[in-house]
Antibody
C-alpha cells in the first residue's frame, strides 16, 4: 500500500524555522516527483514546491527564497525546510506523490505561525 | 500563471441527482487536468487525472471530460458519501494551480 506520512509541524513564532518531513512507503520513491501543498484554515489548496525524480526543484513565488525542498532517496523521505516564517504560512501542509497530477496524498501536518 | 476558475462555488442537490462542476483554465492546458475530493477534516483524494481518466478505486459514478480550457466533473448519481469540496488542478506548467473549490451538499 502506498503511504505518505508527514511530520514536523508545530507552533513557531514569526521569523522562525521548521523542517517538515514526509516518509514514503509502498512505491519506488526515487522514481517519482514529490510535492508539498498547503491549505490555510478555511481556504483552498495552494501548491508550494515540487522536486522531480531528477532533482529539479520548483517553488511557488510566495515561498521562494524562504523554503527549501529536498529529498533523501536512501530514506524514502522528502523534506521542506521553512525559514523566515510569516503569519500567512499558517496552514496544513500535505506532501503528495506527483504522478498524473498528485495521485497520493499524506494526512498532513499543521504549521501555526504566531507570537 | 494559469488561473483555474471553478463554478459553482457551492451547490446543493438531492440524492440520486446528476451533479456537474466546471473548471476553466485561463489558457490552454491540453488534458493536464486533475480533480480532487476533500471531505471535511481529511486530506484531498485524487479522483481523476488527464481530464478524464479515473483513478483506481474511484466509483464509476464520477467522470471527467474536457480539453484545452474547459473541463467538467460529473457525478452521475449523487450519494451521501459524496458530500465534500471538489478541486480542479492544472499540471500543464509551473506554478501548479488549483481552482477555488466547489462545496457539494445534500439538499
Amino acid at each position: 500500500e502506498v503511504q505518505l506520512l508527514e511530520s514536523g509541524g508545530g507552533l513557531v513564532q514569526p521569523g522562525g524555522s521548521l523542517r517538515l518531513s514526509c516518509a514514503a512507503s509502498g512505491f519506488t520513491f526515487s522514481s517519482y516527483a514529490m510535492s508539498w501543498v498547503r491549505q490555510a484554515p478555511g481556504k483552498g489548496l495552494e501548491w508550494v514546491s515540487t522536486i522531480t525524480s531528477a532533482g529539479v526543484i520548483v517553488y511557488a513565488d510566495s515561498v521562494k527564497g524562504r523554503f527549501t525542498i529536498s529529498r533523501d532517496n536512501s530514506k524514502n523521505t522528502v523534506h521542506l525546510q521553512m525559514n523566515s516564517l510569516r503569519d500567512e504560512d499558517t496552514a496544513v501542509y500535505y506532501c503528495a506523490k506527483s504522478q498524473r497530477g498528485m495521485d497520493v496524498w499524506g494526512q498532513g501536518t499543521t504549521v501555526i505561525v504566531s507570537s | 500563471d494559469i488561473q483555474m476558475t471553478q463554478s459553482p462555488s457551492s451547490l446543493s442537490a438531492s440524492i440520486g441527482d446528476r451533479v456537474t462542476i466546471t473548471c476553466r483554465a485561463s489558457q490552454g492546458i491540453s488534458n493536464y487536468l486533475a480533480w480532487f475530493q476533500q471531505k471535511p477534516g481529511e486530506a484531498p483524494k485524487s479522483l481523476i487525472y488527464a481530464a478524464s481518466s479515473l483513478q483506481s478505486g474511484v466509483p464509476s459514478r464520477f467522470s471527467g471530460s474536457g480539453s484545452g480550457t474547459d473541463f467538467t466533473l460529473t457525478i452521475s448519481s449523487l450519494q451521501p458519501e459524496d458530500v465534500a469540496t471538489y478541486y480542479c488542478q492544472q499540471y500543464n506548467s509551473y506554478p501548479l494551480t488549483f481552482g477555488g473549490g466547489t462545496k457539494v451538499e445534500i439538499k
